[in-house]
């Protein structure tokens, strides 16, 4: 079955520093991935999403994540965090269903950016 | 364009009612999936509709249940509420399902069940 395990529950980083969201995927064949970013009281908005193209994916805010195949991996990072960016983060992965597709979630990553 | 429209924002419920909520999909899409968030289990696939038709279903009882109209549109139906059915529920647009095409998300409606 098709699955991701984000590795940290919480994260904090300094303003200014780099950010590192882990996520490893588990999967029989060449996965779609996604990382989606909620803010409180919000609904999800996709950053970036993977589906078989280069492997290193740029999304938005400056986020960008790289697909390894060996290491079964699909980490986010930013080079720079922002107070902005404190959130939750879900790595996610797509699921071929009888007829379609459904999402498969990771567990989330709290960020917390620190001044 | 506009985004993913979810219908109410909020709404509390008495055990043992029954709720609609409603989703409004990107205009052009045909795809509108429906989502569980609970603090406990996190994010949970609810079902899938695609052109009127459900598609894909989740682990869920029977009391849950949806449609989708002729416009994309889609209502979400919950019977015999439970204390446990308190959640965010989020409903995400596609055009066709496949992710090639990416998953936009509505705002949600946060559902409570006292």
């Known amino acids: 079955a098709q699955s991701v395990t984000q590795l940290d529950s919480h994260v904090s980083v300094s303003e200014g520093t780099p950010v590192l969201l882990r996520c490893n995927y588990s999967s029989s064949y060449s996965p779609s991935l996604f990382w989606y970013v909620q803010h409180p009281n919000k609904g999800l908005q996709l950053l970036l999403k993977?589906?078989?193209?280069?492997?290193l994916v740029k999304g938005i805010n400056g986020f960008e994540a790289e697909f390894k195949k060996s290491e079964t991996s699909f980490h986010l990072t930013k080079p720079s965090a922002h107070m902005s960016d404190a959130a939750e983060y879900f790595c996610v992965v797509s699921v071929p269903t009888n007829s379609g597709y459904a999402l498969n979630f990771g567990k989330g990553t709290s960020l917390l950016v620190t001044p | 364009k506009a985004g993913v429209t979810q219908t109410p924002r909020y709404l509390i419920k008495t055990r043992g009612q029954q709720v609609t909520l409603s989703c409004s999909p990107i205009s052009g899409h045909r795809s509108v999936s429906w989502y569980q968030q609970t603090p406990g289990q996190g994010l949970q696939f609810l079902f899938e509709?695609?052109?009127?038709?459900?598609?894909n279903k989740g682990n869920f009882p029977g009391r849950f249940s949806g449609r989708q109209f002729s416009n994309s549109r889609s209502e979400m139906n919950v019977s015999t509420l439970e204390l446990g059915d308190s959640a965010l529920y989020l409903c995400a647009s596609s055009a066709e399902g496949d992710p090639i095409y990416g998953y936009t998300f509505g705002s949600g409606t946060r559902l409570t069940v006292v």
């Open positions: 993977y589906t078989s193209a280069a492997t």
């Open positions: 509709y695609f052109s009127e038709t459900q598609r």
